[in-house]
């Protein structure tokens, strides 16, 4: 069963750091594009950031970075200088694509994870 999982979120002080997993269980994420996305209560589930599956990426959130791990069947969200703006649940998608472009559009994702909550506050 193709399943994602995310891990990673928390709690953490404006100016913090947090680094989000995205691991994949029941096929390979070699041949997939990977999205992050969030969603705040009352908003609409955006992009963040992505990469294609030849590792191609597009950061949406300049103070985001994707990166990935075929070894690890595993993509990392980086984020750095938090802002309490930033809290959201946090989610990743897959995507079997292009090798050299990503989309930050959710219609483009067949395959989600649960989410992980982020919450940024003193």
């Known amino acids: 069963q193709l399943q994602l999982v995310e891990s990673g979120g928390g709690l953490v002080q404006p100016g913090g750091s947090l680094r989000l997993s995205c691991a994949a269980s029941?096929?390979?994420?070699?041949?997939?594009?990977i999205g992050w996305f969030r969603q705040a209560p009352g908003k609409e589930r955006e992009g963040v950031s992505c990469?294609?599956?030849?590792g191609g990426s597009t950061n949406y959130e300049g103070r985001f970075t994707i990166s990935r791990d075929n070894a690890k069947n595993t993509v990392y969200l980086q984020m750095n200088s938090l802002k309490p703006e930033d809290t959201a649940v946090y989610y990743c998608?897959?995507?079997?694509?292009?090798?050299?472009?990503?989309?930050?559009?959710?219609?483009?994702?067949?395959?989600w994870g649960q989410g992980t909550q982020v919450t940024v506050s003193s």
């Open positions: 998608a897959a995507s079997p694509g292009e090798y050299y472009f990503c989309s930050g559009y959710v219609s483009e994702y067949a395959y």
């Open positions: 990469i294609s599956s030849g």
């Open positions: 029941g096929f390979t994420l070699d041949y997939y594009s």
